[in-house]
């Protein structure tokens, strides 16, 4: 928030900046890059594995990170660590508990490098600039905006400007394209699109490339209209130059993430249904300013929908629940695609950090509440003082209410470092995907085809399948995987054409536990149909660990026993599965109804970070906020469209 | 009131006394410099404050950032001295050298000054003569990992069924030829593979966990069944196809690592010997650690 919170102000100026700016000349289509694309991936589907990575990370080349939350960390180390290696970080020496596979740096591309830039090179032509003279005497004020009445007015900074911008931009790339180890580690060029409709309303994106990227990334000093950011991957496509944009925290988007209107106040209609479909078939639902799933005042009957809750704007205020969830809007895309024979919400789940650090580290004990968002909790936990200071504060545990965080924000980047972020923040989220291998084509293939899902920071692996017939005993067999491709559809994808007389959809549904974590407590399947203008929506519970029962009266699965000592933070995988396999069939289909299916996998209860920091510090633990979660994980949804299928 | 004035001497004596007092030394020597330096700092705008259009126009951003909107003028001006308030507390704050015993000071200024000196030196790109030379002298640490390929037969081992997963798993264990290549039907569906190539233990580690699975596999025999060894998730007899211990790879394959590895160290070379040349400058005196 403490970012978002400059970044709306410096967004709602940037439009300023675009009447000004001149405009870069159109790159020529480099050819050459088409032919370079890396070599098909030929493995059989069944041979497909998870692969957990990060999509969305900013380092010291960020304008906020760097001027505002004092994290000089670049991209070399943020992949260095992102791999495992330990890595330095103000003065200490800290690891990743456990390598990731995949990796995308996602910085901001407005001002990209610049703030670091001046502190590198004070003797350079950006430091000499009027601009870059305000920035180093004060960050806060240029990063806030004023920065943008000098680069309209001021052409030796407006220049020098661009050239910084430029050789950042480079360095992203070749940093990216530096650290791509084809079976190991795999990393994608990428950058964030920073866009704030009225200054408060987050509609950002990351930008997410196949193999090369662009001449020049897209930013919201180009435009803050979202069909501009599609423009602009449509063009670069035509050039061999393949990218998708991930929108993430539409919680903060006021409603306006998932609108039934396009930018300029007008209806979606099919184009634009059609060209967000094509250019954002996925969306971030798990990272640390809260989860976007949805939110009990949405979905009141869904006994999991409280968690994680972060419902205020990035700026401070009320937001607005309507339009800024994902289930819903998978629910508004059923009404969309009956309208206009379009969805504009057809997309897949992922998950991811969005840390400031580059620093990327999903784990729970990660996670302590500083400004700066990663941690290793065995190196740079917060000393008893901070973390006395980041437990004692005021929780409204909706997130509704909460003002932004450091309205009174310091300016000192020291400070900054030992500035807390709210306790109904979470830790970061992570995306897992099913590849044939780890490179660049397989996991980006999986993107696109949306065989995907997201968790709250968890490794636990969910998959699902759908189709017609499938038979019963399938999933008990080894190689029932091989099957299930061959008779159905994998998660992301539209069920395979109905035909007359075919009985009601299968499901086949697997969560394995993440092998360091904690137990699962359910598998659920959660249903989104059509209902006349409106859809609805139910949630059924389909396996849970064996030592419950279903309330044959309530029809609901008590809940799993919280075996969290909140005295030590340690739990006990006593209870709960280590795996959850089952063959469901939608009791409630009607064929003439389009309806759209997702999976839920529960963990068992653990320790919410604030109650492990509390007691690694020997603190009391905070009021007014759950001491535990159930972590999660969602697979990406299979459609139902009558007389549609793949 | 009498004062004994019989002594003409005494005013002198005690003017004199007053005189020879180191005290007084002092106060004089400070009333001197304090003059001095007021003058020499009034005359080098020390004392003057300049307002400028662009810090007008900084504060105005920043209330603007904060409220939305233009601050009043009667609002501007309460900034504006709120402002030169600001300043006049930081000059005398310099001026008494409250920064030097700052810790937050210190440390951003240390901050700005690594940044200055890292990037002083880019080394040159090495040529294959130096590479190998480095190369030569680290080649362990650019050995391949151990491997190796293996089938396996899983029995899912839930929370009381422990004990009755491991004896399923003896009992197919009983059952195997040391022929059978593979048996995955004899178990449980397996939530991945059940033939793996080219395992590493760091792969063991990210799929079993820090289990007994995740080292034996590298310890079990080749060519035949062996286990059951406990992962994650419950039980696995395996049957490892091939093993190959970590072995020495060539330069020509790691060259680019190589290269890395000596431009990284090259670049801490260069800051630690920059460093190291300023640091001459300085005598470093005190306890011993």
């Not at chain 2, 002092?26 to 003059?35: C, E, R, S």
């Not at chain 2, 062996?226 to 330069?251: D, K």
Request: charged share 25%; with cysteine; glycine share 8%.
């Amino acid at each position: 928030m403490m970012i978002d919170t400059r970044m709306s102000a410096l967004a709602a100026l940037a439009g300023l900046a675009a009447c000004s700016q001149p405009v870069p000349p159109e790159t020529p289509p480099p050819a050459i890059q088409a032919q370079r694309a890396s070599p098909p991936v030929t493995a059989a589907p069944e041979t497909r594995r998870a692969y957990f990575g990060e999509l969305h990370l900013h380092t010291g080349y960020s304008f906020d990170a760097y001027a505002l939350m004092g994290s000089r960390a670049d991209p070399d180390a943020a992949y260095r660590f992102g791999r495992g290696e330990a890595v330095t970080y103000l003065g200490d020496t800290v690891r990743r508990s456990r390598p990731l596979d995949f990796m995308a740096v996602t910085d901001h591309s407005e001002y990209l490098g610049s703030f670091m830039r001046i502190d590198k090179e004070p003797q350079g032509g950006l430091a000499q600039s009027k601009g870059g003279k305000l920035m180093a005497s004060n960050p806060l004020a240029a990063a806030l905006g004023q920065l943008v009445s000098v680069l309209s007015g001021d052409e030796p900074t407006s220049a020098a400007m661009d050239d910084a911008m430029a050789s950042a931009w480079k360095y992203e790339v070749d940093t990216a394209n530096r650290y791509n180890q084809p079976g190991k580690f795999t990393t994608f060029v990428a950058y964030e699109w920073t866009t704030m409709q009225e200054g408060k309303y987050n509609l950002h994106r990351n930008v997410i490339f196949a193999d090369e990227g662009p001449a020049a990334p897209f930013t919201a000093t180009d435009s803050r209209r979202p069909e501009d950011l599609w423009d602009f991957l449509d063009a670069q496509r035509a050039m061999g130059i393949e990218g998708l944009a991930i929108p993430h925290n539409s919680n903060a988007s006021g409603g306006l993430m998932f609108d039934w209107k396009k930018s300029d106040g007008r209806p979606i209609d099919e184009a634009y249904a059609q060209q967000r479909a094509l250019n954002e078939p996925l969306v971030e639902v798990y990272q640390h300013k809260g989860q976007s799933e949805t939110s009990p005042l949405l979905s009141p009957e869904d006994d999991f929908a409280d968690f994680e809750r972060s419902e205020a704007l990035l700026t401070g205020g009320k937001g607005e629940v309507n339009g800024s969830f994902t289930r819903q809007a998978l629910g508004r895309g059923l009404v969309l695609e009956k309208k206009l024979g379009a969805n504009p919400f057809a997309f897949g789940f992922v998950g991811s950090s969005d840390f400031h650090n580059g620093l990327s580290d999903s784990a729970e004990s990660a996670y302590a509440g500083n400004g700066l968002n990663s941690t290793d909790p065995q190196v740079n936990l917060p000393d008893k003082a901070f973390a006395r200071q980041i437990l004692s504060q005021k929780v409204d545990p909706t997130g509704a209410g909460a003002p932004a965080a450091n309205m009174n924000r310091p300016t000192d980047p020291e400070a900054l470092r030992h500035t807390a972020a709210l306790l109904n923040w979470s830790s970061a989220g992570l995306t897992g995907v099913w590849a044939e291998e780890n490179t660049r084509p397989a996991i980006y293939a999986a993107l696109r085809r949306r065989e995907t899902f997201a968790t709250s920071g968890t490794q636990l692996r969910l998959r699902m399948f759908g189709g017609w017939n499938l038979p019963g005993g399938m999933m008990q067999q080894a190689g029932w995987v091989a099957r299930a491709y061959r008779m159905g559809v994998p998660m992301g994808a539209d069920l395979p054409l109905r035909r007359e007389g075919n009985p009601a959809p299968t499901l086949l549904l697997e969560a394995a536990k993440d092998p360091i974590g904690a137990n699962l407590d359910r598998l659920q399947v959660i249903k989104i149909w059509l209902d006349g203008e409106d859809y609805k929506e139910k949630v059924f519970d389909v396996v849970w660990s064996s030592e419950r029962q279903r309330d044959p009266r309530t029809g609901k699965v008590p809940a799993v026993k919280n075996t969290v000592d909140l005295a030590t933070a340690k739990y006990e995988n006593s209870v709960g599965a280590t795996m959850l396999r089952a063959l469901w069939q939608d009791p409630e289909f009607d064929p003439a109804v389009p309806a759209v299916y997702y999976a839920r996998a529960l963990e068992i209860p653990t320790p919410r970070w604030p109650t492990l920091l509390a007691v690694a510090r020997g603190l009391p633990l905070p009021e007014g906020i759950a001491p535990t979660l159930q972590e999660r994980g969602i697979s990406s949804p299979i459609w139902y469209t009558p007389g549609k299928g793949s | 009131m009498v004062t004994s004035s019989g002594d003409a001497g005494g005013p002198v004596r005690v003017f004199m006394r007053v005189v020879k007092e180191p005290l007084v030394h002092f106060l004089l020597v400070g009333v001197v410099l304090w003059v001095a330096s007021s003058h020499y700092r009034a005359a080098h705008d020390d004392y003057r404050i300049v307002v400028t259009a662009q810090t007008i126009e900084r504060i105005k951003a920043d209330y603007r950032a904060e409220y939305g909107s233009d601050p009043a003028p009667g609002r501007l001006r309460n900034l504006v001295n709120a402002y030169v308030d600001g300043e006049i507390l930081y000059r005398e704050g310099q001026a008494r050298g409250l920064a030097a015993d700052d810790e937050i000071v210190r440390r951003r200024i240390i901050q700005k000054t690594a940044f200055m000196i890292e990037g002083v030196d880019t080394p040159a790109p090495p040529s294959d003569d130096v590479l190998r030379a480095w190369y030569d002298a680290r080649a362990e640490s650019y050995a391949s990992q151990g491997k190796v390929s293996f089938t396996h037969v899983f029995f899912a081992a839930e929370p009381g069924t422990e004990q009755q997963s491991r004896k399923r798993a003896l009992a197919v264990l009983d059952g195997l030829k040391p022929g059978t290549l593979r048996a995955p039907v004899r178990g449980d569906p397996f939530p991945d593979l059940s033939d793996f190539t080219d395992f590493t233990s760091a792969d063991a580690r990210r799929l079993f966990g820090t289990s007994a699975m995740a080292t034996a596999l590298f310890a079990a025999p080749v060519g035949r069944w062996a286990g059951p060894f406990r992962s994650a998730y419950g039980w696995h007899l395996v049957r490892v196809s091939s093993a190959q211990a970590g072995r020495p790879q060539p330069f020509e394959r790691v060259r680019d690592q190589v290269r890395e590895d000596w431009i990284e160290q090259a670049r801490k070379d260069a800051n630690a010997r920059h460093l190291a040349e300023i640091r001459a400058r300085y005598t470093v005196v005190g306890a011993d650690i």
